[in-house]
Every structure is written in structure tokens, then in C-alpha cells.
């Protein structure tokens, strides 16, 4: 099978169940913008755009590129700036008191306090982004 070709901007159909759905906008720094919208079905991409984004972590392409996760759309960033995800603290794991902030490729040391309310930087293998996905909406 052919890999599938996406860029920044393409809306990404994630299966959270057999007949539901979220939608995730691709950005830079492997990172996808996670929407809380959940749908049985297809949806016009450019309803996303008013739609809350839950988390925009990191996450591997593998489902994007081997065509599990469709792309049905794009939605090109007003601003190169608006296409990164936001700021994302890493904690030391050999001094948990030193912390740094991830932000647009570049590092930068931190205190805690600004770390505050900032989310961790993980990527996720698609099954993990899935289930950090249920685990922050609602699915019925």
C-alpha cells in the first residue's frame, strides 16, 4: 500500500468507537490539534474552525500514513505562527525539580511556576491518543 501524503492544515478522521468519530487538524512538530467535536460520520472540515481544540500532543504519523485515519479536508492556518501546538513543559526525570518549556522546536529552561497549567509533552502512538482521547470526552 502506498503512504498516504498530508500536510499541515489536513483534518484527520479518528475512530474513537465502531460508529464514532473525533477530528484532529495536523500541525507543525508532528503534533495534531485534537477537537472536542465527537460525529457518527463525515463532517465539513470547515465547521471544525469554530469547534473547542481539547489537546494538541504529539503524535505518531503511523495511521495517517497507512490510510487507517482518513484526511477529508484541510484548513489552512491564517498565520505560520498559528500552526504550531502550544507551549509544553518537560520535567527533568533525573532532577524532577528542573523543568523546561518545548515550544516551536526550541527548549528553554523553566521555573515550576511557569510551567503551571501547561501541558506535558508527550507523543502518542495512535492507540495511546485514542485512549487519552476518551479518557478527556465524553463518549456515549
Not at 500536510?7 to 495534531?32: C, K, N, T, W
Not at 513543559?89 to 526550541?106: A, C, E, L, M, T
Request: proline fraction near 6%; hydrophobic fraction near 40%.
Amino acid at each position: 500500500m502506498a503512504k498516504v501524503k498530508y500536510e499541515v492544515g489536513d483534518i484527520v478522521m479518528i475512530p474513537v468507537s465502531d460508529d464514532l468519530f473525533v477530528f484532529g487538524r495536523l500541525l507543525q512538530d508532528a503534533s495534531i490539534a485534537i477537537y472536542s467535536f465527537v460525529s457518527q460520520g463525515l463532517v465539513d472540515v470547515f465547521q471544525l474552525e469554530s469547534e473547542e481544540v481539547l489537546f494538541d500532543p504529539g503524535v505518531f504519523d503511523t495511521n495517517i500514513a497507512n490510510g487507517e485515519w482518513k484526511i477529508i479536508g484541510n484548513i489552512p492556518f491564517r498565520d505560520a505562527d498559528d500552526s504550531w501546538p502550544t507551549p509544553k513543559y518537560i520535567q527533568d526525570v533525573i532532577n524532577p525539580n528542573k523543568y523546561r518549556v518545548y515550544y516551536k522546536g526550541d527548549m528553554q529552561p523553566a521555573k515550576k511556576q511557569y510551567v503551571e497549567g501547561l501541558e506535558k509533552q508527550v507523543v502518542y502512538r495512535p492507540e495511546e491518543l485514542i485512549k487519552e482521547i476518551k479518557n478527556r470526552i465524553v463518549i456515549s
